[in-house]
């Protein structure tokens, strides 16, 4: 059978966008090089102006009370404790006791400080530890989260260390956030330390070329400098909280070096054709330039779909991630095409494989005396991919077994999430010698009762002491309820203000206590009645969650299906694409569930497993692994479509679009884990969560997914993958998104044969240079 000559992107002139980031190389690098600088000067301190709250619904009922209870009882929403430990002497001893009382007047005298009261102030045994030694000094500290930080620096320093007779140690909410905020800045800089010099490693194997190796990294850094300046002003707007700023980092390195690896790897496979630099730069960017650009879109909406739930903390995490991932794609698109047109053939320079790369050359030599045609010399880091493509056709002639063993083991690597349970981050997120985890750890241990488990009910409304006295009596006798304290009232009238503290059984974010929430709420009272406490606010943002999670899933869907519909012009295959990306985060839910929930491993890791795992964490890492995942598929699928739009052959194109991105992918995803690993090397164990199971699922996408149930499900589905209906495939043909737009060549229409016609295109045709 002859061989089929198949057309090259190498023909016409550059497009605009390409004569738009390449007519002045120097100019484009030196502007971005002044905006990088103004972005750093923008965006230093960004983390001092950030939160590390923001898991509640801010239109919830519990959120409500809290602010109404904060401006008319401050002492029954303290969030400073002042734990005061009089060893063998006791609390009630009288040094100890006049000591206290000098504390607690010297921190009501403190400017932003309200509702101080102690344990040697109301005689409250909540307030003093079972053995007697210790006992609490709370108060309220006023503002918001910034504000408040700004005063507990203050404060610190004078009231923590020795006073007399007695050891004062600080700790409660405003404590805790406060350290968390501190740990996880501390966290993300050694987390830079550890994955800059090993990323640059990695590429440097994958490039060959230390030239080639340094473009991704400084992409990535400065989509990272761009995002911290993008947060820095969104602060202004709004709260924004610091967790972000670990998906800044991560997203920044991987989804730039992503996307830069795709770019230069096709630069230098033009190059490596006898392509001029600016004709290779041209063929890329209608190329390569177009798949990173659909990429950035169909990560951008992934993250974006966070936008719809009312947390801040959730909301976060979007402006973080749409920031980075557009920054990333357009210093992909514009600084690198500068650079290459610059760097042109020195792309290869200062080759760190220059001796592998000479005994290559000789064996190809050896080959050319023989009378083999070893075709032109390849750079490395652009060879064919034999071995990938050897895989995928070992794949295809099985697919049956390899898409069900696949997809059975994934689906079982996934089933420990069925046992989730939800709870609310507290203390024990940092480690277990942070100074306000030791606190809270010995309020739990010797404390009576569950500190910061009950709950708060507020009434409104005026209301005569019998009906506060009936009201009481009812709900002290629900069940679930430990103890029932109060009311304690203020003001008259209509303005008349009143709260119940109610002790529920167990744990205090426990499903008893859920329960009991739902029980007061449902519990009728002649006045208004709001509810709050840890197990509120968890059911609140449950709820929250749950009422906008089916919105943000169709977002991802519908937009995904519809920008795979535009660059495939498939209807099968982003059907495929969906279902594909949600079977490669099952074992990135199973192992949350089984390690960090349950406790495995927690030794090894170097956390505290509380039972249950905080409510947003889930949402927040499936929107980050499906973007990503769809950024791997992306890539895939834009060769595949590239080949069959060429030849019409379906098997071979899947063979060739897996050899020729196999590697890379596989590149890109290790390299992004180990961003992520070094992420997850955190003391805080959600951000250890997240970027250990970011992690894993893109490890699974890549290796699993991507090289094993993908080409075994295009072979089950064959030619019938692109098919599409008549009107689909004439809006595809006006609408769509072609990576094959190559001059002088027409593309298969899908479900139609490609140039070869319905003849089976051999292995070796057309095989590119």
């Known amino acids: 059978m002859p061989e089929v000559k198949k057309a090259q992107p190498t023909g016409g002139g550059p497009g605009g966008w390409t004569r738009f980031v390449t007519a002045r190389p120097r100019l484009t690098l030196l502007v971005a090089l002044v905006l990088t600088a103004l972005a750093v000067l923008a965006g230093s301190g960004v983390a001092d102006r950030m939160g590390s709250d923001g898991w509640q619904d801010p239109d919830a009922e519990s959120t409500y009370a809290i602010e109404v209870l904060e401006r008319e009882f401050p002492a029954s929403q303290p969030n400073l404790l002042l734990l005061v430990d009089a060893g063998r002497a006791g609390v009630d001893a009288p040094a100890v006791a006049a000591e206290a009382r000098r504390l607690a007047e010297r921190l009501d005298a403190q400017p932003g400080v309200d509702g101080v009261g102690s344990y040697w102030q109301t005689g409250s045994p909540a307030l003093r530890s079972k053995d007697g030694h210790q006992a609490l000094i709370a108060a309220r500290i006023d503002g918001d989260e910034k504000a408040a930080s700004a005063v507990l620096e203050r404060l610190t320093p004078d009231f923590r260390g020795t006073h007399g007779p007695v050891e004062v140690s600080i700790g409660g909410p405003l404590a805790v956030r406060h350290e968390m905020q501190t740990t996880i800045q501390e966290d993300l800089l050694r987390a830079e330390l550890i994955a800059l010099p090993i990323t640059l490693v990695l590429l440097v194997m994958v490039f060959g070329s230390a030239v080639a190796a340094l473009l991704p990294l400084g992409i990535g850094i400065v989509a990272i400098l761009g995002t911290n300046a993008v947060l820095r002003g969104i602060t202004e707007f709004t709260d924004v909280s610091v967790f972000a700023l670990n998906l800044t980092t991560a997203l920044g390195l991987g989804l730039a070096i992503d996307y830069a690896l795709f770019v230069v790897r096709r630069f230098r496979e033009e190059l490596a054709g006898g392509a001029a630099p600016r004709t290779a730069v041209a063929i890329t960017l209608r190329t390569a330039g177009r798949t990173v650009l659909f990429s950035a879109l169909t990560v951008a909406v992934s993250l974006a779909a966070m936008l719809v739930f009312p947390q801040y903390f959730l909301r976060s995490f979007a402006y973080a991630g749409i920031a980075v991932v557009l920054l990333a794609a357009a210093a992909a698109l514009i600084l690198l095409p500068a650079a290459l047109v610059l760097l042109g053939h020195r792309i290869n320079a200062l080759d760190l494989r220059l001796l592998l790369r000479r005994r290559k050359a000789a064996d190809h030599e050896a080959a050319d005396r023989e009378g083999a045609d070893a075709g032109p010399a390849r750079p490395a880091g652009t060879e064919s991919g034999a071995g990938w493509g050897r895989a995928a056709g070992l794949v295809m002639r099985r697919a049956p077994l390899f898409a069900v063993a696949t997809t059975v083991g994934l689906v079982l690597l996934g089933l420990p999430f069925l046992g989730v349970k939800f709870g609310t981050a507290d203390d024990r997120q940092l480690p277990e010698t942070a100074a306000s985890r030791v606190v809270q750890d010995q309020l739990r241990d010797g404390f009576p009762g569950s500190p910061g488990g009950a709950l708060t009910v507020l009434a409104e409304g005026p209301a005569t002491p019998g009906q506060y006295a009936g009201y009481r009596d009812r709900i002290e006798v629900l069940d679930g309820v430990a103890r029932v304290d109060g009311p304690v009232t203020s003001g008259s009238g209509a303005r008349t203000h009143a709260y119940f503290t109610v002790v529920p059984e167990g744990e205090g974010v426990g499903a008893a206590a859920q329960r009991v929430v739902g029980e007061l709420r449902a519990e009728q009272a002649p006045f208004t009645?709001?509810?709050?406490?840890?197990?509120?606010?968890?059911?609140?943002?449950?709820?929250?969650?749950?009422?906008?999670?089916?919105?943000?899933?169709?977002?991802?869907?519908?937009?995904?299906?519809?920008?795979?519909?535009?660059?495939?012009?498939?209807?099968?295959?982003?059907?495929?694409?969906?279902v594909l990306n949600a079977l490669s985060l099952t074992a990135m839910f199973g192992a949350v569930v089984w390690v960090f929930q349950e406790g495995h491993l927690s030794g090894l890791l170097g956390f505290t497993a509380t039972g249950d795992i905080e409510t947003t964490l889930p949402v927040i890492m499936f929107c980050v692994a499906f973007g990503l995942s769809m950024d791997y598929g992306v890539f895939l699928l834009s060769r595949i479509k590239e080949e069959y739009d060429v030849t019409g052959d379906h098997d071979h194109a899947v063979r060739f679009g897996l050899a020729r991105t196999g590697g890379l992918i596989t590149a890109a995803a290790v390299i992004l884990a180990v961003v992520m690993v070094a992420i997850g090397t955190s003391r805080v164990t959600n951000t250890k969560m997240l970027g250990l199971g970011v992690a894993l699922a893109v490890l699974m996408d890549a290796m699993v997914v991507r090289s094993l149930l993908v080409p075994a499900v295009m072979r089950l589905t064959g030619r019938l993958t692109w098919w599409a209906p008549g009107p689909l495939r004439r809006l595809h043909g006006?609408?769509?998104?072609?990576?094959?737009?190559?001059?002088?060549?027409?593309?298969?229409?899908?479900?139609?044969?490609?140039?070869?016609?319905?003849?089976?295109?051999?292995?070796?045709?057309?095989r590119r240079s």
């Open 529 to 578: 009645t709001s509810v709050t406490g840890a197990a509120a606010v968890l059911v609140d943002s449950k709820d929250a969650i749950g009422e906008r999670l089916p919105w943000a899933a169709g977002i991802i869907a519908v937009v995904t299906l519809v920008l795979v519909f535009l660059l495939t012009g498939s209807v099968l295959i982003p059907l495929q694409a969906v």
């Open 734 to 766: 006006r609408f769509g998104i072609s990576e094959g737009g190559i001059p002088g060549t027409t593309a298969a229409a899908p479900g139609s044969p490609g140039p070869g016609g319905p003849e089976r295109i051999p292995e070796t045709a057309g």
